[in-house]
């Protein structure tokens, strides 16, 4: 069954303007991974934090880990049309292989 | 960085034939492979854990002699689709990994679209 759950399940923003998902799961993690898809696509690693991390930068990404509510936070700042695509998390919890979340649809309007 | 290739990237077949789909590591040793599915606007879902020399391991749901797969080698893995009807039209999506600390990333191929006509 899926661990992560995106929310919201679809966003449509402006260009410029920052986007923010959020990614909720159940149980213990060892990391949290947030991928990214253009329609049709394989997927692109992002970023992944670990289960001792609280926050993790990477550009104009901006990751949070809150492991006691059990959620994690994707904000995007400065979003551009480029952006526009589907957002999952996936968490790995020891051995076993990554769950995916449902996905958030980013469309950024230029 | 890691690059997984996955072949062939969209393929049509009729119904009741068989279809192949390779995933294959570039420059790294996979030990694990993973296979997983996608509908349209929804997640993927894994599908099975391919070990390189060993049987893969099928999720709950998901019929081993239909959907066969093997990982004879470091960097490659294969999902056979027999006997594809439509229903199994879809978007199978290929990971690998190296194991041990590399195990934190896990690379995904680009995906083939699979048509049963």
């Known amino acids: 069954s899926q661990q992560g759950e995106e929310d919201p399940q679809a966003l449509s923003i402006q260009e410029g303007e920052n986007a923010t998902m959020n990614c909720s799961y159940k149980?213990?993690?060892?990391?949290l991974q947030w991928y990214r898809q253009n329609s049709g696509r394989g997927l692109v690693h992002l970023i992944l934090i670990r289960s001792n991390e609280r926050e993790k930068h990477s550009g104009r990404l901006r990751v949070t880990l809150d492991t006691s509510k059990k959620s994690s936070s994707l904000l995007i700042t400065a979003s551009r049309a480029a952006d526009t695509a589907s957002y999952f998390c996936a968490t790995l919890s020891g051995n076993t292989p990554l769950v995916f979340g449902k996905g958030t649809r980013l469309s950024v309007i230029a | 960085g890691a690059v997984v290739s996955q072949h062939p990237s969209w393929v049509i077949c009729k119904s009741g034939t068989s279809v192949k789909i390779e995933c294959r590591s570039l420059d790294f040793q996979a030990t694990t492979m993973f296979w997983y599915r996608q509908f349209p606007k929804q997640s993927l879902m894994l599908m099975a854990t391919s070990n390189e020399g060993s049987k893969a391991t099928y999720e709950q749901g998901v019929e081993k002699d239909k959907f066969l797969i093997n990982h004879a080698s470091l960097t490659l893995s294969t999902l056979t689709v027999t006997s594809a009807h439509p229903e199994d039209s879809s978007f199978y999506i290929c990971?690998?990994?190296?194991?041990?600390?590399?195990?934190?990333?896990?690379?995904f191929g680009e995906g083939s679209w699979l048509t049963v006509v």
């Open positions: 990971s690998a990994t190296d194991g041990g600390d590399g195990r934190n990333t896990i690379y």
């Open positions: 149980t213990s993690i060892n990391n």
